[in-house]
């Protein structure tokens, strides 16, 4: 439950050394600067290495991407959970220098990609001319042969269906003073019959108009070869992009083998635009140079030392502002739910850190929502398994599962007390299999069973979220004292502490109670009688104090309305309603799934399919609970317990460092 | 005879509803988020994983309408219990109609919701965890209107 403290730091030194400082300071990872003066220092040097660093990572990751579809690569969920390669600084260093040969084989990459599908489209290209051509195989002549001296010669298709009768028929009754031509039909179909006509110029006008009006039109190929020759040579230039493209496509193989240095080309010019982009915060003069910034009080000294010891600069360390950026740390069981805290906000000026207090309840909320040991295990066992097995997985990820088995841990718990295993899938596979009489439980809950009792969890729900509301209100009356904020304090915690308090006195014992949970809960008289009086004591005190800044009338306006956030606070514990409902749901669902698997009995195929139904089922149910369970707990911290004293607005602590890597990552030294 | 079958149909109905009504809201909210999901993966086919789950917050309806359904088939002597009279049938129809309005309702608006969540994803990648509490929000009243079906069908 901490806050890291932090130290503010200030190094100057000489100009040559800015950029070998800024490279220590990255592989060290702990200061986090901040800009040091209002307008954009104007380097053009630096920029340009920029635009030339951010150049370098987008060829890599094109080049990568175009390798990928090439020679894909395996990126399923294992390999994700692989984690990066490590490699020393020293490492680092000595293949940051001669990166130009990367630098090369993206840009040739990229550019014989190009070809690949230039080649491509051009193999395309033949295939269709080759296709519009077969009709004309037959043709002795060009294409673009128009006739002789003496004769025209039309070459074209007419639509449809045709035969040498009919078009000598046609002819024949539109053109009856030509008589000396010379008509051949080429192997047509249905929808087209190409032909060659050639007849003497004097007839030609008249047989061309004739055509026209039957649709003839010329064929969208022109070529002053014949078909046939137009054909191999069309088939040739396809053949030979074809090859073009598989030599590409091999040469991509070969490529692929040296992706490693692309890999390193891009987080290494990812690791340099970091570094240049933070220059452009420093500040300088003609020889010197300033950075302003944080580091944690831990390794504040060794980071002086250090920089001190090596280079010729002035450390100054002072006190932390308020608004130092915020890096939380707690210890291993509350740490994994940090992301989540993170995912709210951090904490704001003088606000606390909520994770350790907020992942207790984080725990049991969820575990009460998935309530199935067999899930349960699934999670503790297959996060073990995960954590265990890829111990470099990345950080974000480790806190994840992290987090994940202590859930899985609790939902075990609760799945006992509540007597679910995969639902009641101990009964049913006893009743069906085994032959146990229906009426013999053999998993009994340990506490009670949900569905038979729902009223009964309903009233605990009730109870942990009051609990839940209660922490959230006392950290807010600890956060006031802690500022000395007394009248606030009276107002808007004590006030509510004791009017909620005297409420619960009154409705415990009342008719109300008694009907929803069938029993009240017995409280002595005098405590009932106590009860009314602090109730009417807290409702003053929230009245007079929870604007007590304002003119008495307006201040008594705003109490009037502060006291009916009495209706916030109902809504809010019915809002824990949720547990029982998410709880059933998983529970049911798992009796349905068992259920439906057992409806076949006992015996061979009834076996097979008691599996297929059971497996395919859990999975489905696992996998949709355990998102509804994730995504309320998330609520009810969220809505109503951080609604209760926390503002956030913290700026998370983002040392320039070597985290943001994607393939590899630079071991710390 | 009849009265008897009478209070199996007007339970069956109950249970017909709450599992057509929630379901079919659920395939209308799931429906809208896909589309949108879809829309996202075109450009960025990394964030799959986090649209898949907006996506999918709209289908808890469907599954309570289940659960609540399931409860009652369990009661009315279909896979357990005994046949109710005419005038018990209705009472599980009534009992069925919160989670079956409620969740057809619901789930259609929490598909908007989704559906806006998604679009802020593909903007902004990081506010994952935002994005998906605005949807949940509206499933609180889902979960409301279960709670009254559950608790009253598995009191009669």
């Known amino acids: 439950m901490a806050i890291v403290p932090m130290q503010k730091m200030l190094i100057c030194g000489a100009r040559e050394e800015e950029s070998s400082v800024m490279k220590a300071l990255q592989r060290q990872g702990s200061f986090h600067l901040i800009p040091l003066k209002e307008e954009q220092l104007d380097a053009p040097e630096i920029r340009e290495t920029l635009t030339r660093a951010e150049k370098r990572i987008q060829t890599a990751e094109q080049a990568l991407k175009v390798l990928q579809q090439y020679e894909p690569e395996e990126t399923g969920l294992l390999a994700s959970l692989a984690g990066a390669e490590e490699l020393s600084p020293e490492d680092w260093q000595a293949r940051s220098g001669n990166t130009e040969a990367a630098v090369a084989l993206a840009e040739e ?17 033949a295939q269709v001319q ?85 649709g003839f039109a010329r064929p969208l190929i022109s070529s002053d070869k014949t078909p046939e020759d137009a054909i191999s040579d069309v088939k040739f230039e396809r053949a030979s992009a074809i090859t073009e493209a598989e030599e590409l496509k091999a040469w991509m193989k070969t490529a692929a083998a040296r992706r490693k240095e692309l890999e390193f080309l891009c987080d290494d010019a990812t690791l340099e635009a970091e570094r240049l982009a933070s220059f452009q915060k420093a500040g300088e003069s003609r020889s010197a140079f300033f950075l302003e910034g944080y580091v944690p009080q831990a390794k504040a000294a060794a980071l002086q030392k250090k920089l001190e010891d090596k280079y010729t600069v002035n450390v100054i360390v002072s006190e932390a502002e308020e608004d130092a950026p915020v890096l939380l740390q707690n210890n291993r069981l509350s740490a994994p739910t940090e992301s989540v805290v993170e995912s709210y906000g951090l904490p704001g000026k003088g606000e606390i850190d909520p994770t350790t207090i907020m992942s ?41 599962l992290t987090m994940f088995f202590w859930c899985g841990l609790s939902t075990t718990v609760w799945g006992f007390l509540f007597g679910s295993f995969f639902g009641d899938a101990i009964d049913v596979i006893a009743h069906t299999f085994f032959g146990v009489p229906a009426e013999k439980q053999i998993l009994k809950a340990l506490w009670f069973t949900p569905l038979n009792e729902p009223m009964r969890l309903l009233i605990f729900c009730f109870a942990i979220g009051l609990i839940h509301l209660f922490v ?29 308090f005297g409420l619960l006195m009154l409705l415990l014992p009342s008719d109300i109670y008694a009907s929803i949970a069938s029993a009240a809960v017995p409280i002595p008289l005098w405590l009932q009688t106590a009860g009314k009086y602090i109730a009417l004591a807290g409702a003053v005190l929230v009245l007079l104090f929870a604007a007590w800044e304002k003119k008495i009338g307006l201040r008594l306006a705003m109490g009037a309305y502060e006291l009916y956030g009495v209706t916030g606070w109902l809504s809010d514990v019915l809002s824990y309603s949720r547990l029982l409902a998410l709880g059933l749901a998983t529970g049911v669902i798992a009796s349905v799934i068992n259920t439906m698997a057992a409806m076949m009995g006992n015996g061979v195929l009834g076996t097979i399919l008691f599996i297929i139904i059971f497996l395919i089922g859990h999975a489905l149910n696992m996998a949709i609970n355990l ?43 | 005879m009849l009265n008897e079958n ?8 109950g249970a017909a509803l709450a599992a057509f009504l929630a379901g079919s809201g659920s395939a209308i909210g799931v429906g809208m988020g896909g589309r949108a999901a879809a829309g996202v993966l075109t450009e960025k086919p990394e964030l799959f994983a986090k649209v898949l789950i907006l996506q999918l917050l709209p289908g808890t309806q469907g599954i309570y309408g289940l659960l609540v359904a399931f409860v009652v088939l369990g009661k009315i002597g279909i896979l357990n219990g005994t046949a109710p009279d005419a005038a018990k049938g209705l009472l599980f129809l009534a009992a069925c109609l919160p989670i079956g309005v409620a969740g057809l309702v619901s789930a259609i608006h929490q598909g908007k919701a989704s559906v806006a969540a998604i679009s802020l994803l593909a903007k902004r990648p990081s506010s994952f965890g935002r994005a998906m509490l605005l949807p949940a929000m509206v499933e609180t009243y889902a979960i409301l209107a279960l709670l009254v079906s559950l608790l009253t069908v598995s009191r009669l």
């Open chain 1, 360 to 400: 207790f309840f984080y725990y049991v909320l969820f575990g009460m929502m998935l309530s199935d040991a067999g899930y349960g295990l699934l999670m503790v066992i297959g996060c073990a398994v995960a954590l265990k097995k890829f111990p470099k997985m990345a950080q974000s990820t480790k806190k994840m």
């Open chain 1, 472 to 500: 959230g209100l006392g950290i807010k009356g600890h956060l006031l004292i802690r500022e000395k904020r007394w009248k606030d304090f009276l107002g808007s915690v004590l006030g509510w502490f004791m009017l909620l």
């Open chain 1, 627 to 669: 998102l509804g369970a994730y995504v309320h707990t998330n609520r009810l911290q969220f809505v109503e317990f951080f609604g209760k004293f926390y503002e956030a607005g913290g700026e998370a602590f983002e040392p320039l460092g070597t985290g943001n890597t994607k393939y590899y990552h630079m071991e710390e030294n």
């Open chain 2, 6 to 13: 009478l209070g199996i149909f007007y339970a069956l109905l």
């Open chain 1, 109 to 125: 990459i990229i550019a014989k990609d190009r070809q690949i599908n230039e080649a491509n489209a051009r193999a395309a290209r």
């Open chain 1, 130 to 214: 080759a296709e519009g051509l077969i009709p004309w195989k037959k043709l002795g002549l060009p294409l673009d042969f128009t006739g002789t001296e003496s004769t025209r010669a039309f070459i074209g298709a007419l639509p449809g269906a045709w035969t040498e009768e009919s078009i000598r028929t046609l002819l024949a009754e539109n053109c009856p003073q030509m008589e000396a031509y010379s008509l051949e039909l080429l192997a047509g179909d249905a929808s087209q019959t190409p032909l060659v006509l050639v007849c003497l110029n004097e007839d030609a006008a008249g047989a061309e108009d004739i055509l026209r009006k039957k």
